[in-house]
T-cell receptor, first 111, second 113 residues
Framework: GVTQSPTHLIKTRGQQVTLRCSSQSGHNTVSWYQQALGQGPQFIFQYYREEENGRGNFPPRFSGLQFPNDSSELNVNALELDDSALYLC????????????FGPGTRLTVL | AQSVTQPDIHITVSEGASLELRCNYSYGATPYLFWYVQSPGQGLQLLLKYFSGDTLVQGIKGFEAEFKRSQSSFNLRKPSVHWSDAAEYFCAVVDTGGFKTIFGAGTRLFVKA
């Protein structure tokens, strides 16, 4: 399945953070979502074969990387208090495959 | 723009009672529709999905959902709720480009003994 690390993370406003995801084997597409408390997940961006394939309404300080070995990263610079959320990674077999499989998420708290 | 509305923020049902969670979507064409479940502190688990064909779809854990184009709805149902079904349920639609899933705000299900 899809795994994410770390499980929980506490950072201070202004710091930078890197969250990691390992996609399901054979999946070449990964998407990242932000889920604030009490809300549904919001799409951040998608990567397909190591290139950004689409982006939601998130500022450039949210960036990502996808590696050939089914792993990916979400990087957030200049953390703000509102960045506190559960960050979910989801992988799919291909960019045209609409069914996604979600990881357990990383809970980020910004103080 | 596509959107998903889940009118009920939370619902409480008795164990053994039937359940229906409402979902309305806004989409120009035939949508790809999903229901996910999220237990506290957990990721999302796919319950079922609708792409085309039979409008009544079966999912895991005894859940089913019915697609009604005329009402722009995709309601989730279960005939008999178990205490372990207590969780947050999200309805979702995949956008035209196929790369973004748009979620509703969720419905929290409470199950009382």
């Amino acid at each position: 399945g899809v795994t994410q690390s770390p499980t929980h993370l506490i950072k201070t406003r202004g710091q930078q953070v890197t969250l990691r995801c390992s996609s399901q084997s054979g999946h070449n597409t990964v998407s990242w979502y932000q889920q604030a408390l009490g809300q549904g997940p919001q799409f951040i961006f998608q990567y397909y074969r190591e290139e950004e394939n689409g982006r939601g309404n998130f500022p450039p300080r949210f960036s990502g990387l996808q590696f050939p070995n089914d792993s990916s990263e979400l990087n957030v610079n200049a953390l703000e208090l509102d960045d506190s959320a559960l960050y979910l990674c989801a992988s799919s077999l291909d960019s045209g495959e609409v069914t996604q499989y979600f990881g357990p998420g990383t809970r980020l708290t910004v103080l | 723009a596509q959107s998903v509305t889940q009118p009920d923020i939370h619902i409480t049902v008795s164990e053994g009672a039937s359940l229906e969670l409402r979902c309305n979507y806004s989409y120009g064409a035939t949508p790809y529709l999903f229901w996910y479940v999220q237990s506290p502190g957990q990721g999302l688990q796919l319950l079922l999905k609708y792409f085309s064909g039979d409008t009544l779809v079966q999912g895991i854990k005894g859940f089913e959902a019915e697609f009604k184009r005329s009402q722009s709805s995709f309601n989730l149902r279960k005939p008999s709720v178990h205490w372990s079904d207590a969780a947050e349920y999200f309805c979702a639609v995949v956008d035209t480009g196929g790369f973004k899933t748009i979620f509703g705000a969720g419905t929290r299900l409470f199950v009382k003994a």
